[in-house]
């Protein structure tokens, strides 16, 4: 009763201050100061709740998260984004509907090196989006296959997704989560090619002109230097050469480096990419802190164990509880962006999961994974309204083009959770896993 009594007040208070357009970090300190103050002292919850939201943070992992949010923002003014469309346009321009699988793949590509969905749809959105038009694609099309592809790179590494779950679930290998990622991630990408190639093929979108050899090594030259950044950062992450944390700084002074070489960046420019990361900084740390918070006052009250028991009682099937899980996950993804939800329920759900005998590296790519698709969906889908922005075209038009996006990676969110090689084989050969 106890366990019930706090999780009541506890998600009570949360989801109250959260629909009354009370920032969610804000919502989530208020809410579990409140809980606390039912079971313990003024002065005891108070410090305690306090101590624990500073102890989130006093972390060398999470140093990493600001270092590879200054990583893309770098990218996504140095001039990169550009290089590697240009390539995409190469490797895929005799596809029927050319420019939507380029777009695809150079989401996936922009998206994997630097990390944001959000950047990623605003870089490649913006950069295909007259061409597009230019050729007679629908605007609304265009838009729906840049949102249903931008949250790949969330899951092809170098991702600050990862990272904040290998933090929030007690230290799970960030390789290992790195590793784990490329097969889900290149699924996801290949499955919207799909969709989006029998949807050209009908609307009859033309391929693009054959590029000569000349040409076309002249673009893999000026995109290389980019790619290379994913061989060094989780090739030295994933061998031991360095931590994630000196990965990400070795990210930044490789964008840097390319930037300046690339003459794509002045000072002010500079300037609002400092500016814009030490913001987004500010955001996701306390968020962080506060979550923080939140998950010892769900360990203290015991509402994790009470939610595992529960669940387990409820339906003894495996299949069901995952199905279970997945829906809370979808429904979740409707109005929370994908790090807040990875902090929040991650202490909830990986100790059922765990009790299934599900790995938690295998647990971290499903709940990435699920949160990715929630990134597009709306009322606060942060990539639908980013890549409806872009485009020019209003959410009412896009959403029902996505609808059979939705459909396909729903699939692959099924194949990913059920069949735990998709995730697991590659770090497994790697000998990564525990």
Known sequence: MGALTAATILFGAFFILLFSGVPISVSLGVASLVTALMFLPVDDATYIVGQQMNVGIESFSLLAVPLFILAGNIMNTGGIARRLVDLAL???????????????????LFGSLSGSAVASAAAVGSTLHDRQKE????????????????????????????????????????????MAGYVPGILMGLVIM???????????????????MAAAARVLLRAVPGLLLIVVVVGGIVFGVFTATEGAGIAVLYTLVLALAYRSMSWRDFTEVVTRTVTATGIVMFLIAASAGMSWVMAYTGIPGAITDTLLSVADSKAVILLLMLLVLLVVGTFMDITPAILIFTPILLPISEELGMDPVHFGMVLILAMCIGTMTPPVGSVLFVGTGVSGVSIEQVVPKLLPYFAGLI?????????????LGLPGVMGLLE
Do not use: E, M
């Open 90 to 108: 190469v490797a895929v321009g005799r596809v029927p509907g050319a420019l939507a699988h380029t777009n695809v793949l150079a989401n996936t």
């Open 135 to 178: 050729a007679g694609y629908d605007p609304a099309f265009g838009a729906a296959v840049n949102v249903a592809s931008a949250p790949t790179g969330l899951l092809i590494p170098p991702t600050t997704a990862a990272i904040v779950y290998s933090t929030v679930a007690g230290g799970v290998s960030v390789s290992a989560l790195f």
């Open 194 to 212: 799909a969709i989006a190639y029998v949807f050209t093929r009908r609307q009859r979108y033309p391929k693009l002109g054959r590029v000569g």
């Open 411 to 423: 699939v692959v969110l099924l194949a990913v959770t059920f069949v735990p090689a998709l995730s």
